[in-house]
C-alpha cells in the first residue's frame, strides 16, 4: 500500500493513513483504506484498532483535483469509494480510536464521526470548506460531532472550529498536547483490550444497531447536492 500502513501492538492495531503534503484522500487511498480496515475487522487477533495519520494534520477531505475530470459516473464511483471506507471504519467489528491532530476537515470529519472514541491534539480544528469550493459533504457525519447549529454554521459559512470548543459537547474524550496524543490513545485502547473481548465485540454491535445511523444514506444526501452544484457553478 501506498498510503496506508498498519502496526500491530500486542492486540492493537494502528492505522496510518499518509498522503504528503496535506493528507488529502484520493480513490486510492480510499481504497487502501477499506482494505486494511476490514481486514483488521476479520483478525481475531486484533481487539482494537487506532486510525491516525502522519503529518501536520489527520486529513484535509477529499482531493478536489480529482473532480475536474469527472462525469456524472466517475464522480459516483469516487463517491462510491468514500462510502465503503468510511463503513469500514464505522461497522469494524472491533472498537476504533481516532487519533486527530491538526486539521480535520471534509471528508476528514465523516472519518472522525465513524470511529467509536476520538483523542485529540491540542491544536486539532475541524471545518467543512465544501460551500466554499462548490461542492457538498460531510455535513451528517458534522451532525455527529457538534449541535445542529453549530453544524448548520461550519457547513454554511466553510469557517473553522477549534477543538476546544467541539470537546465541550462531549465528543471528544480527551485534548492533549499533540507529543502525548498518540500515547493517550494507546492508554485508552489498554482500557478496551482490558475487557473480555467477545463482549466488547457484542456492546460495540449493540450499540451500532441501538444507534441506527444509516451513514450510507447521510453522505448519498450530500453527493446528490454536489451533482447539481457541479453541473452549474454559478454564484
Known amino acids: 500500500m501506498d498510503f496506508v500502513s498498519v502496526e500491530l501492538r500486542e492486540h492493537i492495531a494502528v492505522v496510518t493513513f499518509s498522503r504528503p503534503p496535506i493528507n488529502a484522500v484520493n480513490l486510492q487511498s480510499n481504497l487502501e483504506l477499506t482494505e486494511a480496515v476490514q481486514q483488521l475487522s476479520g483478525n481475531d487477533d486484533v481487539y482494537c484498532v487506532i486510525l491516525r495519520a502522519e503529518g501536520k494534520g489527520f486529513m484535509s477531505g477529499s482531493d478536489v483535483d480529482d473532480f475536474g475530470g469527472f462525469n456524472d459516473q466517475g464522480l459516483s464511483d469516487y463517491e462510491d469509494a468514500d462510502v465503503e471506507s468510511i463503513l469500514a471504519v464505522y461497522n469494524c467489528r472491533v472498537p476504533v480510536i481516532g487519533q486527530l491532530q491538526g486539521y480535520v476537515m471534509g471528508l476528514g470529519t465523516c472519518f472522525a464521526a465513524a470511529c467509536d472514541m476520538l483523542v485529540a491534539a491540542d491544536d486539532t480544528y475541524f471545518g467543512q470548506p465544501e460551500v466554499t469550493i462548490c461542492v457538498c459533504g460531510g455535513t451528517g457525519a458534522l451532525r455527529q460531532l457538534v449541535p445542529e447549529k453549530l453544524m448548520r454554521y461550519m457547513a454554511l459559512t466553510g469557517k473553522k472550529v477549534g477543538v476546544r470548543q467541539i470537546a465541550q459537547y462531549g ?25 473480555y473481548t467477545k463482549s466488547v465485540q457484542c456492546v460495540k454491535a449493540a450499540i451500532r444497531e441501538l444507534v441506527n445511523r444509516d451513514t450510507a444514506k447521510e453522505y448519498r444526501i450530500d453527493c446528490k447536492q454536489t451533482h447539481i452544484m457541479l453541473k452549474d457553478p454559478k454564484r
Open 171 to 195: 465528543q471528544i474524550h480527551a485534548v492533549v498536547p499533540r507529543a502525548q496524543a498518540m500515547e493517550r490513545a494507546m492508554e485508552l485502547a489498554h482500557e478496551v483490550t482490558a475487557n
